[in-house]
């Protein structure tokens, strides 16, 4: 997963920051999308949801 999010980082498609707790436990590493990846990401869906219309057009033996 971590060379995938730092591949997306590295393409500006995302940002990262950390966050450490006030009681000073476990700093966390956020991650969100930049104006970029979510141009991106939407074009990704959109591909996503025709691909998977005519996989289960396919699978289920729809006719036209």
């Known amino acids: 997963l971590y060379p995938i999010l730092y591949r997306l980082e590295d ?5 990262s ?8 436990s476990v700093a966390k590493k956020y991650y969100r999308c930049t104006p970029e990846g979510n141009i991106v990401l939407k074009e990704l869906l959109g591909l996503w949801r025709r691909f998977d219309g005519v996989a289960n057009h396919f699978l289920q033996g729809e006719d036209e």
Do not use: F
């Not at 393409?11 to 940002?15: A, K, N, P, Q």
């Not at 920051?17 to 000073?24: A, R």
């Open 11 to 15: 393409d500006g498609l995302i940002v």
């Open 17 to 24: 920051e950390w966050s450490v707790p006030e009681d000073k």
